[in-house]
């Protein structure tokens, strides 16, 4: 079988693009399961809530891409933290699968207000103009934004590694996932850091939002099919190393491009079965410790 | 740890006169439906889910797993049977065999992957495994993906009572929800029921008591998915189709939400909370995506206030078992 290249590579670019809002969205996960002991199911709502934000930042307030890529993450982070405040935080002490219940109630309000409003079709949103077009590297033609997508993810991801496993604050947030009521008697406040958290997790998801708003476009149900996905990932790597998140979220993005150049039948179940298998061989999954 | 541990399933000692009484009432009610006027085909429909929630709350509110994929089973039911009535042209009786196989060895395959990990994790997997049987019905040709299988005969049961009849057709769903539910309830009250309890409250010790455990959940896990896929054979001679959305995460999604509603852990409460979901669908079908909306705003009130449900609160109240 003689192999396009020009083809195979434009599948992996597409592959590590997805692989980097599997990145950006797992992580965020992951962050959010250490301190709260809740998956979060609205995941998939507020990275199109972030989408969202990007579109009418640039159509009510005439905002650009790159102020957008600031202000969404932080407006629904603090979306986030209101919801953290006044709900999640009432379920602490019981078991986890009401986090999950409660949030997948969240999900369900936040997409059928949008798709009220919006239908469920994708508004357009355009490629900010320092870039567009496209470098041609020889083998392939990558268009600029793509490329800057990829590597802005791995940056960001590694900036939270950074951030959680190597500062002093930190250093509080992962002893806090480990004994919360120690953590409080050094005088650290717990509660707010777990808002701050949820928060840093939902901004991250809001961010690949924006990030994907001018390549798959807007839709109020862009995130719906994307966390399950996600959850597939995050069962694959496991919850217990950002480092683990961020290396599974992009190999597996990379592994579903390969997919769709060399068996598209393929290409949106792979991930399932790539699961199914680590389950079969692992069951703690990659990185995970088992639970 | 993975168990409901919490105030909001019941643990108290059961009744049996409590629940025979209102077994007895809940039947005869069911029996003189078609006499009342309203109408059957929304009772019938009831009746299905009512049985696929049952089925779901004997792993969920027994067993203490959270599938977020139940509609698998539904749907791959459904079009099973629905294939052996159609182009097999098979009898009803024997394309319900058909549609129960067919989930009860889906749930043998994906029971023995999704029970390797415990609590959040296997609400994952199991939601995982459901999208992938949907993009495995989105593809393969006897489903025909978005049409679905539709104008499905419904035939002579055992050759004699005619299921295009609506009020034979009713007492016939009546009574296979009826064997589903009777099934259900002798499993909850028998020596396994007991086990799988333990497990849900404190899986340590039932191992360290010497059960083996993760029998007991696959156990578990075929008995309901099997049961779910009866009620997705019978609601293929309601429906007369058999469509992607009985197999789509959101169906999962509402199977949750029903027995959440009526109450999980309680004998009555997945019946009752089937009843009011279908109702609220049947009332809010004008207003679009609302339903959507609404069908979140009662998840997030039923988990923050409202936890052992309508059935549960009531059992609470009067200190009954239901």
């Known amino acids: 079988m003689s192999i396009n290249l020009q083809a195979l590579s434009a599948q992996l670019l597409v592959g590590l693009i997805n692989g980097s809002f599997y990145a950006l969205l797992s992580l965020g996960l992951a962050v959010i399961f250490g301190m709260l002991n809740i998956i979060n199911f609205a995941h998939g709502a507020l990275y199109m809530m972030g989408a969202f934000c990007a579109y009418f930042l640039l159509n009510g307030l005439g905002l650009s891409y790159w102020p957008a890529l600031i202000i969404a993450p932080i407006a629904v982070g603090i979306f986030g933290m209101i919801l953290e405040r006044t709900m999640l935080k009432w379920l602490t002490g019981l078991d986890h699968l009401y986090g999950l219940l409660l949030t997948f109630g969240l999900a369900l309000i936040i997409q059928g207000i949008f798709q009220n409003y919006f239908g469920s079709s994708g508004l357009p949103y355009a490629i900010p103009d320092q870039l567009k077009g496209g470098m041609n590297l020889g083998f392939m033609f990558l268009p600029i934004y793509r490329g800057w997508v990829v590597i802005f993810s791995l940056v960001v991801c590694l900036l939270t590694w950074y951030l959680i496993e190597r500062t002093q604050l930190g250093a509080y947030l992962r002893a806090a996932t480990e004994n919360p009521t120690l953590v409080r008697a050094f005088g650290i406040n717990v509660p707010r850091m777990i808002t701050l958290t949820y928060g840093l997790g939902v901004g991250l998801a809001a961010l690949a939002g924006v990030l994907s708003a001018p390549i798959n476009q807007v839709r109020p149900l862009m995130g719906s099919d994307l966390i399950i996905v996600v959850f597939a990932v995050v069962v694959i790597g496991g919850m217990g190393s950002i480092m683990g998140s961020i290396i599974t979220g992009f190999s597996l993005g990379i592994i579903e491009g390969l997919t769709k150049y060399f068996y598209p039948e393929a290409s949106n179940t792979v991930v399932f079965v790539l699961m199914v298998l680590v389950l079969l061989v692992k069951p703690a999954g990659l990185t995970g410790r088992a639970t | ?322």
Request: hydrophobic share 50%; aromatic share 14%; with cysteine.
């Open chain 2, 1 to 322: 740890m993975s168990a409901l541990t919490d105030d909001s399933i019941p643990t108290a000692r059961r009744s049996y006169s409590d629940e025979m009484v209102a077994f007895v009432l809940m039947t005869a009610l069911l029996v003189v439906v078609p006499f009342t006027g309203v109408y059957p085909f929304f009772v019938m429909q009831g009746l299905c889910f009512a049985l696929l929630a049952c089925a779901f709350n004997l792993l969920v509110g027994y067993g203490g797993l959270l599938s977020f994929g139940h509609a698998m089973f539904l749907g791959t039911a459904g079009y099973f049977t629905a294939h052996a009535l159609k182009v097999w042209g098979v009898s009803p009786e024997l394309g319900i065999i058909v549609g129960i196989l067919g989930a009860a060895g889906l749930a043998v395959i994906t029971g023995l992957i999704a029970i390797r990990r415990l609590g959040i994790y296997f609400a994952m997997i199991t939601l995982a495994l459901s999208q992938l049987v949907y993009f495995i019905y989105l593809q393969t040709p006897f489903t025909h993906g978005e049409d679905g299988i539709q104008g499905i005969p419904q035939g002579k049961m055992f050759g004699i009572f005619d299921l295009s009849q609506p009020t034979t057709l009713y007492y016939v769903i009546l009574i296979g929800f009826l064997l589903g539910f009777l099934l259900i309830y002798r499993a909850i009250n028998s020596p396994f029921g007991e086990v799988l309890k333990s497990i849900r409250e404190n899986e340590q010790r039932a191992i360290s008591l010497g059960y083996k455990t993760d029998q007991y959940k696959l156990l578990a896990y075929i008995l309901s998915g099997t049961l779910a896929g009866f009620a997705g054979s019978l609601k293929v001679f309601v429906a007369q189709n058999a469509s992607l959305t009985d197999v789509h995460w959101t169906m999962s999604g509402e199977i949750v939400l029903m027995t959440l509603v009526g109450g999980l852990g309680t004998v009555f409460g997945p019946v009752v909370g089937a009843f009011v979901i279908i109702a609220m669908q049947q009332y809010l079908a004008g207003f679009g995506q609302w339903v959507t909306v609404i069908q979140g705003l009662v998840f997030v009130v039923c988990v923050l206030t409202f936890r052992r449900g309508i059935i549960g609160e009531l059992a609470h109240y009067f200190r009954r078992s239901l």
